[in-house]
């Protein structure tokens, strides 16, 4: 017997096994109902169950069976080490699917779409005499569509073609490879998908700890109308970021492997258990927002009683692994220039995430305010710059300190590519938004503050890049060096729209953005 026809043969016995009794349970209980109804009067004293979008209980059940099945076919494929068998059983049938919709779907319609638009352009009385999509799909007058201007709609255009792009390259990784899709090698077997996915976009979610236990812990409650922003920029950072990790590993599917198999003297280990585990404490952090908007009370009063544990037990855990991060680079000393490789690596990363976190708060609060309309929290965000103005100048003394006592100081002043990107990591990325958050008169100008925010952002990032790829000694001594492919760059950038679209729409329909203090029993 094949290896692919056993494999169908264990799957359908497994389904057959979740199935039958499902089946047998639920129709055991519907019979059961059917039969009581007309003898017992119990109908109008039972709560009406209101189902989801309206569907009939036949067709939740049947999608609760469907998900179910699912995951219960990937879970033993999982654990009886057969999910390779399983992904390339459905490997065909996903690429045609997506060459389908590339080659046919995708052409019909646009086409659809400029014919509409050359129609209007060339017969507008035509155009206003048709009936509206929405009378024509009375589903869609349920749906207010937004209106959206000719560059949205470029926008929205530009977004769909790099997402399309972005799930054939997702096909072509998952299911053929690193090597089919990137140009990682032995000598660089980590990326810009570390370097700058998850390395970075770890380090850029650190305003969620900070502004969290700057308003919860320390009880500085005038930064409330920001803590919640900062949360959702940080959750979606770590939802991101696992994604990054995923598309990084050789064999993704074995991701949770650390769940099951402990090995406590890994710094990965201790950083995959710290991600998934402050993940889910951003996820209950964020949780107040959707019970607010569907006003449900009591998960509401219980998840205010435990914020300040949450928030206390999120800061342990953001400490702990945003310093591992940097003990993940302290195997390779010969490998990066002593300009950025130091055993004090894990202190640096915690102090230059506090610092990020400030400034991507600041970041992050301007560009929102601009895009949705609303005034920007200039006094806050002039707080934020003051502190982290300190914190920079705390870091860069630390810095310069360590540099000088590890003899590292002439590697700076060598002249060549290395000491070029160091002095302008240093100098733009540090010095210069210390400097203008430093003094009164240019901290009191909002443009100033969305400078030394974007700077702070983009110097940490550099020295992220620096540590992981740049600073490598094989850039300057003729060795291999790493470039990253197109299709690294497409998913890295399509996971920042990602993060971007799904920040606008939460922040459009939750409520992100609120004005003064918490309730005093929060």
């Known amino acids: 017997m094949s290896p692919t026809l056993e494999f169908l043969l264990i799957a359908f016995q497994f389904v057959a096994r979740l199935v039958v009794p499902f089946v047998l349970f639920f129709g055991v209980l519907y019979l059961g109902k059917r039969w009581l109804e007309p003898r017992i009067e119990i109908a109008s004293r039972l709560p009406k169950i209101k189902m989801p979008f309206n569907l009939h209980p036949v067709i939740v059940a049947g999608v609760c069976l469907v998900a179910i099945t699912i995951i219960g076919v990937v879970g033993y494929t999982l654990a009886t080490n057969q999910f390779v068998d399983l992904m390339i059983l459905f490997r065909d049938a996903v690429v045609l699917a997506y060459m389908f919709f590339l080659r046919i779907v995708a052409p019909l319609v646009g086409l659809f779409l400029a014919g509409l638009w050359l129609e209007r352009k060339l017969n507008p009385d035509a155009a206003r005499t048709r009936r509206s999509l929405a009378e024509r799909l009375p589903v869609l007058q349920r749906i207010k569509l937004p ?90 950072g770590y939802l991101l970021v696992i994604v990054g990790l995923l598309f990084d590993l050789g064999r993704w599917y074995n991701v949770w492997h650390p769940i099951f198999m402990w090995n406590i003297h890994s710094p990965m280990f201790e950083v995959a258990w710290c991600v998934m585990l402050y993940t889910t404490v951003l996820l209950l952090e964020f949780s107040p927002i959707i019970f607010e908007k569907f006003n449900l009370q009591w998960p509401l009063k219980v998840m205010r009683a435990i914020t300040i544990p949450l928030v206390i037990l999120g800061m342990c855990l953001s400490t702990l692994h945003q310093s591992s991060l940097g003990s993940l680079f302290l195997i390779a000393p010969e490998k990066i220039n002593p300009l950025w490789y130091t055993p004090l690596l894990p202190v640096f990363f915690f102090i230059s995430a506090v610092i990020v976190g400030l400034g991507m708060t600041i970041l992050e609060s301007n560009l929102s305010a601009r895009a949705l309309g609303r005034e920007i929290e200039s006094d806050l965000l002039v707080g934020l710059g003051r502190v982290a103005s300190w914190v920079i100048a705390f870091y860069l003394a630390f810095r310069a300190y360590d540099i000088v006592s590890r003899g590292a100081l002439g590697y700076a002043f060598q002249p060549g590519f290395h000491a070029t990107i160091f002095w302008a990591e240093i100098m733009l990325g540090f010095v210069t938004p210390m400097v203008l958050m430093a003094f009164k008169q240019l901290r009191a100008k909002p443009g100033i503050v969305f400078l030394s925010g974007g700077l702070i952002v983009g110097g940490v990032v550099f020295n992220r890049l620096n540590t992981a790829l740049l600073g490598w000694w094989s850039y300057v001594n003729g060795g291999p060096i790493y470039v990253p492919s197109m299709n690294e760059l497409v998913v890295t950038i399509s996971l920042v729209s990602v993060g971007v679209v799904v920040f606008g729409l939460a922040a459009k329909f939750l409520p992100v953005f609120v004005h003064g203090e918490e309730p005093a029993h929060a």
């Open 147 to 236: 209106q959206v201007s000719t560059r949205g709609l470029a926008a929205i255009f530009c977004i769909a073609l790099l997402w399309i792009t972005a799930i054939g390259i997702a096909i072509s990784r998952f299911f053929f490879g690193l090597g089919y899709t990137t140009n990682l090698t032995d000598e660089y077997p980590w990326g810009i998908w570390i370097g700058f996915d998850v390395v970075s976009g770890v380090a850029l979610a650190a305003g969620g700890f900070v502004l969290a236990g700057t308003v919860h812990v320390f009880n500085i409650k005038k930064y409330h109308p920001i803590v919640r922003p900062a949360i959702l920029t940080a959750l979606l």
